[in-house]
């Protein structure tokens, strides 16, 4: 289980304007939502996990929209929570969904090119036999 905690930069470092993946704060913040219902694509949820590991802003703002998004309705309904815990198992669940998903993007691509070798060598095959 990792906590938001692990997560963070340390006090005295200035989080970036523009991470890794490219997109600045703004882009960020506003993705959040997407990231929360799970409606980021793969490439975008790539871009937005690499920036959240490096900005503290930006997993400030998450954990503001979490608390909104999934704490409300607990509150409203009379049950606790742990934000912290809750979040942190929120974004490793997203990290290794990213992971699989990326895994069988690579598998299909092989697929396809196995098929492609395939079709081709047995076409080769073909006409030498002819």
């Not at 989080?15 to 490219?22: E, F, I």
């Not at 929360?36 to 490439?43: A, H, S």
């Not at 790539?46 to 909104?68: A, P, T």
Request: aromatic share 6%; with cysteine; proline share 4%.
């Amino acid at each position: 289980m990792q906590k938001l905690k692990e997560l963070t930069l340390p006090v005295n470092e200035k989080p970036k304007k523009n991470m890794a993946g490219g997109i600045d704060c703004k882009t960020c913040e506003k993705e959040i939502p997407a990231f929360l219902r799970d409606g980021l694509p793969n490439r975008e949820l790539g871009i937005f996990l690499r920036h959240l590991d490096g900005c503290r802003d930006c997993q400030d703002e998450l954990s503001i929209q979490y608390l909104v998004y999934a704490g409300m309705p607990k509150l409203e309904t009379g049950e606790t929570f742990n934000l912290n815990d809750e979040l942190g198992d929120f974004i490793t669940l997203e990290k290794n969904r990213y992971r699989r998903r990326m895994r069988l993007k690579v598998t299909a691509l092989l697929m396809e090119f196995a098929t492609l070798v395939l079709t081709l060598g047995g076409s080769i095959l073909l006409v030498m036999l002819w």
